[in-house]
């Protein structure tokens, strides 16, 4: 196949790359990007090669052309915020081939993802954009993604926030729009356009991943996307409930997080034995953050209680099925909710203590571990109010600690296991402290059972998941690095038992060092 020859570096790369025949292109490809983009940043070599790519587009089989059009994406995006940098210019003229692609293509297949990841930098040619994908068929969530990359801010009404994992998935009332107002009115200026330039990379992030996955594997199978209703009710009437009592079986373990010292029952709440310190304890939710006013805290707490609205069911029904794509290239879905809870039951193996769910969300694998070892030596422990009066209306039988898992208020050697599911990325930059005290809380012999995710090896799909913008990741989405992971394991005096994970997951058992181990 003859390329052109203005740019011999380039032209060589890009022949070698259509050359290639469809199950030997990984490398070329590779090759190719490597020359021209480094982890979101062009390379010298970009800006003329554009056209040169571009050139070849017509010419291209349909496993050469996505892939092509993802780096030309990804070029695209590497100048953003700016709309019209040297790529964006340079690929401009060839959108009408881009374009001719969509007729009568499938929404899923993966020449029509990659052709709509490559598009959605173009927020200039909206109009004929979105005319071409509506003929497609796509899925609310998809075409919800791509209308939204394909706007740009109005300042007079900016709409912010609530775009992950699509905006379509998002079904505010009254309350929720009124609360989006309230926050968006108090940002300067620069932190409107901050945050919308954070929603972009986040949208483009995702559709860019979905993209890419597929021209290297093949048509995803993602199910639909869970509706939910009654959201902002859920698990609030139940967490009134006086369960301060549920407690009193894990006095043994608990400590105070002012001076370490054993909590005990304090009239109708909970207090320290040794500083004097009370914690307010409403629905069977103990909060350990912060010690309550001498008089009045449990009944603040329980105020707060009422008026949190809950994400728990649209966190379990619509976000982490999302995050388990991005995060696990689980757009194949390969590990179903079978696979997670048999994990579990086969590998949470508990010595003597009370069984911790660090991390809990909103109950959904507390209730699995409820299964397995009873719910009687269950603890579970989040940081997000929210989601504990989720669990609570899931689990009334269920104790529930608000507290971090960098400094956990157990005591040395106090707990029979620690499972910590799908949520050790949440706090990335003090998970390596967390396992510390996992280590430092589990009794020898017992297990640490966790699912995370590790930095994918290919270096695209690694800035996708980079991409993406989360409250917890304003820099950027972390993953860990399996290495540094295991490191911190052996740090604590964990010995990983079990590993597995297809994709990018990361499923891990390890046992604490010492008797019984």
């Not at 001076?259 to 909060?287: E, H």
């Not at 270096?459 to 989405?477: D, E, N, S």
């Not at 399996?482 to 997951?505: C, M, N």
Request: contains cysteine; glycine residues 10%; hydrophobic residues 45%.
């Amino acid at each position: 196949m003859k390329v052109p020859t203005a740019h011999p570096g380039v032209a060589d790369l890009v022949g070698a790359f259509l050359q290639a025949a469809p199950q030997d292109c990984a490398a070329p490809y590779r090759q190719l990007v490597d020359a021209l983009w480094d982890a979101g940043t062009p390379t010298d070599a970009a800006a003329a090669a554009v056209p040169v790519i571009a050139e070849q587009l017509p010419k291209a089989g349909p496993e050469h052309l996505g892939r092509l059009l993802v780096l030309l994406g990804l070029l695209a995006e590497a100048e953003y915020p700016a709309l019209d940098g040297p790529a964006a210019t340079a690929v401009r003229p060839h959108l009408d081939l881009v374009l001719g692609l969509l007729p009568g293509a499938a929404a899923d297949a993966p020449l029509t993802l990659a052709a709509l990841y490559l598009l959605a930098h173009f927020p200039g040619d909206r109009d004929r954009i979105l005319a071409a994908a509506d003929g497609l068929g796509l899925n609310p969530d998809d075409h919800s993604r791509l209308d939204r990359a394909l706007r740009t801010l109005d300042s007079d009404e900016p709409d912010l926030g609530r775009v992950w994992p699509s905006p379509a998935a998002w079904t505010l009332n009254a309350d929720e729009l009124a609360f989006d107002q309230s926050w968006i009115k108090g940002l300067t200026s620069e932190q409107l356009v901050a945050n919308w330039e954070n929603d972009t990379r986040t949208v483009l992030g995702f559709i860019g991943a979905k993209a890419y996955w597929a021209v290297c594997n093949g048509t995803p199978d993602i199910p639909p996307t869970a509706t939910v209703e009654g959201r902002t009710a859920t698990g609030a009437e139940a967490a009134r409930a006086d369960a301060t009592h549920l407690f009193a079986p894990h006095f043994g373990a608990l400590r105070c997080p002012s001076c370490a010292a054993p909590l005990a029952a304090d009239g109708g709440g909970i207090g320290c034995t040794s500083c004097g310190s009370a914690f307010p304890v409403a629905g069977g939710i103990l909060d350990l953050t912060a010690p309550a006013p001498a008089a009045g805290g449990s009944a603040d707490f329980l105020e707060k209680l009422s008026q949190v609205p809950s994400m728990g069911l649209f966190y379990e029904a619509v976000a982490r099925p999302a995050f388990l794509q991005l995060c696990g290239q689980n757009w194949d879905a390969g590990i179903s909710l079978a696979t997670e809870d048999g994990y579990l039951a086969r590998n949470i193996a508990p010595v003597d203590g009370p069984v911790l769910d660090l991390g809990a969300g909103a109950g959904r694998w507390t209730e699995v571990i409820a299964d397995t070892v009873g719910a009687d030596r269950l603890v579970a422990l989040d940081m997000g109010l929210p989601m504990l009066t989720a669990l609570r209306g899931r689990l009334p039988e269920v104790p529930s600690v608000l507290a971090s898992a960098s400094d956990l208020p157990f005591a040395d050697a106090s707990l029979g296991a620690v499972v910590c599911w799908n949520a050790l990325q949440a706090f990335y930059h003090h998970a390596a402290a967390a396992i510390a005290e996992v280590g430092r809380c589990l009794k020898p012999g017992g297990t640490f059972t966790f699912l995370t995710f590790r930095r994918s090896d290919d270096p695209v799909y690694a800035y996708f998941v980079h991409a993406h913008r989360f409250p917890q990741h304003t820099g950027g989405l972390d993953v860990f690095d399996l290495a540094e992971l295991k490191g911190w394991l052996a740090g604590a005096g964990l010995t990983v038992r079990e590993e597995s994970g297809p994709g990018t997951f990361v499923f891990i058992t390890a046992v604490r060092e010492g008797a019984g181990s």
